[in-house]
Every structure is written in C-alpha cells, then in structure tokens.
C-alpha cells in the first residue's frame, strides 16, 4: 500500500470511524418518547384487496392532545399516503362496498359526523348533520346508504331552561339514548328507525339490505352494559323486533353472507359479567342461539364471516399474546391460524376472503400494517411508521411462570434493565394491570401507562403479573379472585417477586409497585399488607370499597365479584379495603388521581391520603384536572410519568437530587 493512501486509512480508523459508531450507538426510552410514537390502528381492506386504509393516532403538543388521521398504503408495492389532514381527528374508515369510496368519522366540523372521500383523490365532504354527533356507522350492501347511531339532542324545553340558568338536573332522568338512523347518499334523506325507552348501537344490514340487526341496551350507561339483546328492524322503518332477549350480554350482530345466520358475542344466556364471551349463532329468521365456541375458554372478539358462511375469523387473548383463529359453523372446529409471539390489534378481509389487512406489534416493534394471505398465515409488513425505534436500546422482554402460594400457576413479563448482566440484581418495579380482568401483554410499551422500558433505560427491572382475575387465562382463572380481592391476587404477585429475587435478578432491597385502577386498588392494599417495598405510586386506586359501591358508575361489577352490595355483605366488603389496615402503611406513597373520574372518583383517594398525611408516611396526591379515568392530555401525561420516576429514584435509589423535582 503506499504510503499516503495508508495515512488515509489510518485516519478514518482513528478518528472517522469512531464517530459513525458513535452515531449509530442505540439510546435508552425516554419520557419525550412518549409522545413521538404514532399509534397504528384499525386496518380496513378495499374489496378488490388493492388499498388498505388506517388510523395514525398521535399527540399534538401544541394542543395539548391527541388526534388522529388516515393513511392509506398500496399492498402491491407498500407506497403510504396520507389521506387526511385536519384540525379535527379522523377513524373508524369503512371501504364503500365497490371500494369508490371512503366513509369515516371525523369531528373538523365541531360534532362528530361522517364523511367521505375518493381514495384515489379529491377532498373529503361531509354527508352527516346530526345534531348531537354521529358515533358509529355501517355501509348498507348495495353501497347507497349507510345506517348510524346518534344520540338524543337536548330538547328545546331543556335548552330553554339552560339559557335561563334552570338548569338542575335529576340523577336518571332524561337520559340521552343512542337512535338507529338510515341516510340515503343521493337524497341526503335520513329516516329514524328506533324510538323508545331504550338505547341503540352496533347497527348490520342484511345482505339484502331490507333488514337491520342491531343491539338494544336499557340506557347508555357503563352499569347497564351487559344488559343487551339483538333486535331487527326493517331498513325502510317499521316494527322493530327481538331476536335474542334473555338474561347477560348479546352484542356485535353479524349477517352471514347468505342471509340465514346471525352470529353474535354473548354470555350465553348468564347474567354475569365475569365470563368469558362466547360466538353465538341464530337463525335469521329467530329460534334458539346455539354456542359454538363452547370448546374455546377463551373470549372472542372481532367476528369476520368467510364469504361461504361457512366459518367466523375472529381474534382471541391467550395468556400474553393474541392470534386468529377460526370456528366451523356446522362441526364447531376451532383452528388457530397463527402463532404470533406478540399482539394481533385488529383485522379486516377482502371481499373473496383471501386476503387480510391486520395489525401486529410486540415488544421490540410497535404495531404496523401487514398483509396476509388468510388461511395460509404469511404476513408481509407494509408499513414503518415509527422508523426512530430502531435508535432504542430496549430491555429484554421474558415472559416467566411460577407457582402461587396455592400452588396455582401464574404468568407475567419481565422486562430487563438495559445492558443486563446476568448474575447482578437489580431494583425492580412491579407493574399491576387494571380490571381485575385486565392483562399484561407482549405489545410494544410506549405510553404513559406501559412505559416499562423507559424504567428498564434507567437500570430498573420491570415485573408485570398477570395475576388470578386476569383475562387471556380462561374463565376459571377469571372468576379466581370473586369474593377473594387483596388475599390469592397479592399472594400471586408476592411471590412472583420471590422468584425474581430467587434468581438473583431482583434486589430484594430496592424494590417498588405502581397500578392503575384495580392497579391502584392492589398497590395501596399492597402497602397496607407488607413494608418489603421503599416506594408505590399508584393511580385512580380504590380504597374503600363500602363508599366506592354507592360513589363509581359501575357498582353492578362489584355485585359480581362480591355478590352483592355492601349492606348486605359488609364485611366482605371492608377487609378486602386498604382503608381498613392504612395504619400499617410505612411505605412512600405517590397517589395520581383524575379531577372528573366517574369510574374511581377522587374520594377514593382523598381518603388514603388523608389518613397517610395524618400517619406521617410521607405521600403525595396528584390531581389532574379534567382528566377522567385516564390520563388524555399529553402535558398530564408528561407530568405523572416524570413525577413517578422521581419518586422511585428518590426512595428507591435513594437520589438526593430527586428532592427538588418531587417538591414542584
């Protein structure tokens, strides 16, 4: 080599080379990439199989929220556009059925409405002005019109009395029910199909397009929403008919392509809201629902029809991970279609039944659109909508087993701290979902409830149970904690924390627990039961289960799980509450709570705080104003992520310098 050209090289192995290493050198989650993650959702397929369209949810900063637009992507060569853009979010797209069009949901217009859009080009315009906002929507066959459901508008008595300030308003009186509406595209003439004492939603035509199904509720309310049954109405008005009453949840209506069936998601005729659903079918014309997923302890969701009727596709949670499956109508022959180690979101179908559009993400890939052939499961990814995860350093994702106290076998993750040496122990966080029936599953944890990897960035381990009463584990495991809160659930994450810190990962020293909702009902009685942890931050967290019953919107799931209300079963009710031994409490307890949360209002956490402050354990109470059950504006969202890991670092790794962030 001579000699000037071998100074050159030796130049760019000394100085350049070094710097392109540097530059792709990866980098640990942080809170502000939180809000840099476009949330992929809801893929719709054209007919023909030659578009998909979907919904990119993301924060505006400027704002304060988030909003939402569609894309849609090419499946012959993966080329995306974006087809709206609005001050307004946009969602729920449905192709028309000869695939010209594109109705979807979008609120630019103020309310709610729906409108349309050739994606093939030109403007979006709206086809919809209902007075109170439309919710949702469904093409008829023929593609001419579309069916909605939207609630009552306030009458001009109420309006009238509003304007003069006479305004007071009696508690389930004039409760605003969802209507069954037709709007012809061409005339722009809408017809109202439902009245009555009675509320609508999920509307699905016939194949005909002479008969709708849809779902009747008692109200709108959460307390009443297992209280469905199916009913039909002729398209061009009539006589509105049941087609399945009887005690639980029927829901979600589909046609079978040749008219005679109606498959359905339902309890099966129990009135209880801890089960696992179950895919009904009914004879259009009435007679008695058959169950054909009784094989399956397992909770369907997302029921597709196979263009021959001959099956349903439909999307079901086993244990920490989602796959689609398929039902024989007539032999009732389950068949998992595929073998995802993550999360299927949701899927759609072309016309012939060949082809579907899906969404998949796991932990290390946030969800993106894929193209698949349907019974032959060979997804081709088509779109990287969040290319900048790729300079992320993400901790190891396991997904771990052990034996409870009783000897029952529970499932969780485990994330491991970036840059993990096996052998060294770590802090660990444990993460406790809500529900109970919640879960913890194999997604891509980039929000402010999931941000175990931005913990895992700063040397933590993240333990996320799922513990008895969690779905995805069949219907005995989800009854496990009836009658039983704070005593198996605790015994399953108690000792799912041994096992970590039986093998040597966790450091029994340094260890800490959050939640929301049940989470937070499971970290204060966490806290009530054992000093094993430096420091708990929980969110929305039910303490006093007597006053939670009469105060929260949906008292009838603490009828299921406590068989009835807490005057007849006080006890029950009060040893399974935090507020009871709060007393005990030595640990550092942060409390989030949402200022307008009508699932756990704000009195629940009042209370423990309250009693801590009284107690002198140090404690703090967030309160987010016009926040409900979960954290929506993306500045509160920043703030709780950034106060909880102060908190850890202050108590748990004992960081001085986290004093001054904890006091703001």
Known sequence: MKPKRY?????????????????????????????????VSNPQISPDGSLIVFVVRFPDLKKDRYTSDLYLVRTKDGSVIQLTT?????????????????????????????????????????????????????????????????????????????????????????????????????????????????TASSPAFSPDGKMIAFVRRPTPKADDGDKSDIMLVPAEGGEVKPLVVRPGSDSSPRWSPDGKLIAFLSSDGKESEIAVSRICIVPAEGGKPRNISRSFDRSPRSLVWSPDSSKLYFLALDGVVSNLYSVEVKTEK??????????IGSFSLTKDGKLMALTKEDPYHPADVYLSEVERYNPKKLTDMNPWVKELALGEVRTIHWKSKDGLKIEGLLILPVGYTPG?????????????????TRSFQCSYGRDGQILAGLGYAVFQPNFRGSSGYGEAFLRGDVRDWGKGDYNDIMTGVDYLIEQGIADPEKLGVSGWSYGGYMTSWIVTQTDRFKAAAYGAGLTDLYSMYTLNDIPRALDAYFGGPPW??????????????????????????????????????????QALKRLGVPTKLIIYPREGHGLREPNHQRDKAER??????????????????EEK
């Not at 000394?14 to 939180?34: A, G, N, Y």
């Not at 939207?150 to 109420?158: C, F, N, R, S, V």
């Open 424 to 440: 060294k122990r770590y802090p660990l966080i444990t993460q406790i979902h809500g529900g109970p029936s919640g879960v913890m």
């Open 334 to 343: 389950i068949t998992k279609l595929t073998a995802e180690n993550g999360v």
């Open 86 to 198: 609005s001050e307004g979010g946009e969602y729920s797209p449905q192709f028309s059925p000869d695939g010209k069009l594109i109705a979807f949901l979008s609120n630019r217009d103020k309310k709610t409405q729906i409108w349309l859009i050739n994606p093939r080009g030109g403007e979006a315009y709206k086809l919809t002005n209902s007075k109170s906002g439309v919710s949702s929507f469904v093409w008829s066959p023929d593609g001419k019109k579309i069916a909605y459901i939207a609630y009552d508008p306030p009458t001009k008595e109420e309006k009238e009395r509003k304007k003069k300030k006479e305004d007071v308003e009696v508690v389930d009186k004039d409760i605003k029910m969802g209507r069954l509406f037709v709007i012809d595209l061409e005339t722009k003439k809408v017809k109202k199909l439902t009245k009555g004492n009675y």
């Open 568 to 609: 007849d079963n006080f006890d029950l009710y009060w040893n399974s509450s935090a507020m009871k031994y709060v007393t005990r409490v030595k640990t550092p307890t942060l409390i989030f709570q949402g200022g307008r949360d009508a699932r756990v209002p704000p009195p629940q956490s009042w209370e423990f705080y």
């Open 644 to 661: 909880e890991i102060s908190w850890f670092n202050k108590y748990i790794l004992k960081k001085e310098e986290e004093s001054k962030k």
């Open 7 to 39: 100074l050159a090289v030796c130049v760019i192995l000394t100085f350049i080379l070094p710097v392109l290493i540097l530059s792709v050198e990866k980098r640990p989650m942080t809170v502000d990439d939180l809000f840099k993650l476009k949330r």
